[in-house]
């Protein structure tokens, strides 16, 4: 946050100083990459314990994208 953007900020709120607001990290073409990716590492690891918390990170991927 710059100086300049900081003393707008506070302008607005009274002089409190407000967070700038947060950007989006990952694009909703990523959300089917990263499911793509974690289908195939399941396929790979599909006997092993951790695999539950993978398919369950899948599914919640599902619902953002």
Known sequence: MT???MTQ???DTGG???P???RAV???EDFGLIRTAIVHYL???Q????SVKYANLYH???RVA
């Open 16 to 18: 409190h100083p407000q």
């Open 60 to 62: 919640r991927l599902g």
């Open 47 to 50: 006997d092993q314990p951790e």
């Open 26 to 28: 990952f694009s909703q």
């Open 9 to 11: 900020n506070m302008t």
């Open 20 to 22: 700038a607001r947060s």
């Open 3 to 5: 100086t300049d953007t």
């Open 43 to 45: 396929r790979e690891i």
